[in-house]
């Protein structure tokens, strides 16, 4: 990503996605980031090679979307803003690319193929074969090579020659000039033959062909890459079939579109239907599907008053839904959104290898240069040998002594075609749209290239206890009154007090007081402590419910009548009003089955875990002697959980793990803030990972997932930054003096052309080591 010195500015700054079509390697991302940087107003550009996509930061009053798109049209990379899309839209527009992309595909392969082929019949006598006659014609191969510079190479060409003209060079510049280069050199034999050079008409058939065979099957591969998403968006149906305010299911239902859909509305699903949007169960009984939203494979019982989720698969009941999100505000859509945001954000890495290869067009071209004049006027004079290297001229059907001025420009174009700055554009993104859309197949997303990097140097992870290494659903045990109030006064007391918030202590209170059937009273001027404790007036009185603490800074005095309890691991808040300690309520919360199996593999992938809880230290120890963790913190407000989350950061990177309201600060200041699915919404806006399962156990798939994703990507960086460090010395004659080894340019154009599918198709081996497990 590119930033602007334009920084400083009180403005308000808006974000743009546009659409960039054109875009073939690492050089031209970079090229693209620079334009859009350069303009007046834009704060910072990320561009994405493998999406086709440009975010843009943008000051509204300075510059638009719109004309920032326009130049980059003009510029040869036709683009347009992107405009808000329901995901029916979505789906279509996936389903049209793709179709598109097919036929795109079949077209590359079929002129490839007829390149090569033909090319390769024209060759048959020299190689044993049969004569046929025209097809060993010097004539037919002059006929064949300009017709595949007019077909099938315009575009190259024209593309080469455009990237040149606006001084942003790229991978289809170094083609161009490799390919005309020997076009016109060949053709000069022809037409001179007193100059003693030979034509090589078949160099630039064979290298077009490569080139185009190479990246027919990288954009195959690619789009095998992103068929999860397209998935995901394929997920809602077009169709939803209202019934307006639900009182019985024997209502046909009229359909209308899903987007058309309001919040409050009653919508009918029969089994086989997808649930098209969010909403809750308001009549009737069923299984859901919820696998490809969440990864979950065994369906989930829903009843009256239970959630569902737009995309999920109604399997065996007709059911009546309440809509309570529609549009972009459904899970499905904000899955999808985050999704495309985790593939678009860079690995730091990955910024860098942009930079690199901005300039690498430039390079390369000098490079090549320098090849063609050390060659010319040093290297025959020095290694004289060269030149009796003997080679099958094909045009002319007879072995050949190149002369010191094709010698050396074949040795050029080969530098010049064999570079692949490609390998390097797709290195990352295409790792990262494989390892996020394996993450969302199994309920994990994850945010970007540049969480992955830091999970790579993660050495510590923190857990919140409530509703993260606990079930988050408390349980009344105990109720404890000290005063002439009977223990029913006080659970309704406290069920009052706690009625203005929604921590899981104030549900286990008020579950205590519904099954008691036990009213509330009146109340109001409710105030919330965040990690301390509530507060709010009933009945003429101020009434305090928190922790031991919070209540002694209140002045309310606090004997020790709760030890034994805590000692069981309990939970334990004090009820006061006017100073005056009215009892003590007592809550349990039960380990989730997997916590104890979570921390052991954190533990085995070398992770120091460490508890932060805001609960009494007596409980805190209880819970991390049966995880067996060693590393407690207790008696934490929210606040101090950020600053201890800092402290740590001293020494190495931190993950936390947490889902509450009071986890927010710990989880933007953690390096990696990872988030489960049942937790408020502000956790999940802040944490980097969310997992949607709300299953521990995924803690340490998103940790492994993120670990193999990065080791994918520095596998792809290290193939094609080595590929070119080798690659282009070898074509360059560094291996003829000696060896005798000439790399010719189709040859060279070969291996630039698969060097780019090797790197998608190490890509799609991440899939391997996370095989589908539904």
Known sequence: MIQSPEKT?????????????????????????????????????????????????????VVQPENLADKLTDIGFPSQPRVSQTIEQLSQKATQKRETEQKEQIRGLVIAGLLLFFSTLGHLEHSGGPSIPILNYIGFHWALATLALLIPGRPILVDGWRGLWHKIPNMNTLVALGTLSAYLTSCIALVFPQLGWECFFDEPVMLLGFILLGRTLEARARSRAGVALEALVALQPPIAYLIGHAHSLDQSGIAIPVEQVKVGECLKVLPGEKIPVDGKVVIGETTIDESLLTGESIPVVKQFGDIVTAGSLNLSGAIAIQATGIGSDTTLAKIIASVEEAQTRKAPVQQLVDTVAGYFAYSVITFATLTFLFWYFIGVKLFPSVLNVMEMNHEMGMMITPSPMILSLKLAIAVLVIACPCALGLATPTAMLVGTSIGAERGILIKGGDILEKVHRLKTIVFDKTGTLTVGHPQVTDCLSLTDVSEDALLQLAATVESGTNHPLATAILDAIQEKELPLLSGSDYQTEAGLGVSANVAGKRVLLGNRDWLKAQGVIIHNHAEPLLEQGKTVVYLASDEQLLGMIALQDQLRPDALSTVRQLKDLGLEVILITGDHDVIAQAIAQQLGITHVYANIRPQQKAELIQSFQNHSLVAMVGDGINDAPALAQADIGIALKGGTEVAIETAGIILMRDRLSDVVESIRLSLGTFQKIRQNLFWALGYNLIAIPIAAGLLLPRFGFILSPAVAGAFMAFSSVTVVTNSLLLRRQFPNVK
């Open 9 to 61: 500015t009180l403005q308000p700054i808006k974000t743009a996605t546009l659409d960039v079509k054109g875009m073939k390697c690492a050089g031209c991302v970079s090229a693209v980031e620079r334009q859009l940087s350069e303009n007046a107003g834009v704060t910072s550009a990320c561009v994405n090679l493998v999406t086709e996509v440009a975010v843009v930061e943008y000051l509204p009053e």
